[in-house]
RNA sequence: GAGGGAAUAGCUCAAUUGGUUAGAGCAUCGGUCUGUGGCACCGAGGGCUGUGGGUUCAAGUCCCAUUUCCCUCCCCA
């Protein structure tokens, strides 16, 4: 009928994950669940598609309109592929406002699409654990999640010389480009973008950016300053109470009294992209030479519920993706290869025993919780059932033939030991419960 | 959106200036060997050379287009 096949590759950017893909992915988001549940987040989440206008309102509406898969729906409705996470969690929040109990701690691991150019650490479609605390805004909330955003890396065996979380602020930022660079709000723009590129370009590039950018030397001089300086010496520039500094003095005092202190620096350059962060922001970098980038990040957000209800709840949180993860799992070697053990039993067959008996066996373990198959090839010569036990990384192999059912034996042999023992197949669960592990 | 590289068996790769029937290793399957797997030997299957055009007596090889993948930039997390 078809002289035709479909392409079997998935659709651009987007991955299959096979399930030798699906237990690393598996492996690394169970360590992350067990991580942010051991600071009291509950898993939630939220649909796939939301109303175009919940992501347009707020990220900027450039970028949505590049970047949202969206669509009208059959009855006339503007809808959008979630990109990102925060803006559900804001209104569910805020639908519930009123009778929710603050804190918010929620947690969620989903999938998102944008649709970018696919490249090293980008696809279009990307899973993400979310990590949200709502309720007010406060020195003990942002350290809350600066130490979650720690930990979760920590949790996988990567160390200080791995990687840095980088710390600004956001109001700080501008209280700095208004006051000590007096960059006008127009320059500010720009500026904001010269940050990302100084790290990236050459000196003299850079600044002819700038200059090209219509910001005067002057200024470009004592933005350079700025960029040398310290926290504190930024801080001290400033001539009124800067809300900024102060969250960022505060939030750096607690951290050098705790453990964070060797994961954590102050770095002005960090700005973010999304429109709505307010507060400190945190950005977490793989230190390796060879993928020194950007693994995930995050901040704090005002006014993000007031876009569905008038309310007074501050947010902050991050999206931790995974395949810049993976990227950083990798290069570190941080995956252990046991992860592709099967743990399960193969009984294996022989044709001088009812299959009945097969199933019999296959059904005891199974409902005592022991996951088990049956060897299912054509070819039954034992060395070749053992063969298959072990390509599939399969742990114990069970041996019923004639010989052992008319003594009423079993014989459990441990496939990488290669030890075997002989068990009564009337005690066969007792017995192998002890050997299985 | 801009630029560069790549695409040949399930995987990793060969194939002389364009020249017989596109090969090898690994993997798979079968056998040596229906009752004990990592070894060895023998054998088999598997390809419209990404797709569509063009040049030529002749195209995996050259040209054009297209799709996908990788990398860099832009943008941005």
New binding site residues.
Partial sequence: MS??FL?T??????RDFYPDDMRVRNWFFAKMRKVVESFGYEEMLGPILEPFDVFAAK??E??VN??VYHFTDRGERHMAIR??MTPTVARMVAAKSGEIRYPVRWYSIANFM?Y?????????EFW?LNVDLLGESGLEYDYEILSVMVNLVKEFGADETMFKVKINNRRFYNDVMREVVNATPDEMKVIS?AV??RS??PRDKYEEWLKDSGIPGAKIDRLEEVFGMSLSGLAGKLTGDSQGAKELTDLFGLIDKTGLAPYCEFDFSI?????YYTGNIF???DLDPENR??????GRYDNLIGLFKKAEVSGIGF?F?DVTFQNFLETHMLIPSDIHENNGVLITV????DYSEYIRLSDELRVSGIKNTIYF???????????????MGIKF?I???????SEGKV?V????????TEIKRAKFLEDFRKIFR
């Fill in positions: 002289d035709k392409p590759n998935s659709y651009i950017g987007t990220s900027g450039e970028i590049e970047q990109p990102e944008r970018e150019r696919p490249q090293k650490g980008r696809l279009r993400q973008k990302d590129k990236k370009l700005v973010r992209g999304l429109e950005e977490v970098y980038r950007a693994l995930f990040g995050g999206g993706g022989f044709d001088d025993v090839g054509g070819n039954k010569k034992m060395g070749r059932q053992f063969q298959y036990a072990e390509s192999a041996v019923m033939g004639g010989n052992e059912l014989i042999k441990d496939m990488t030991t290669r030890e075997q």
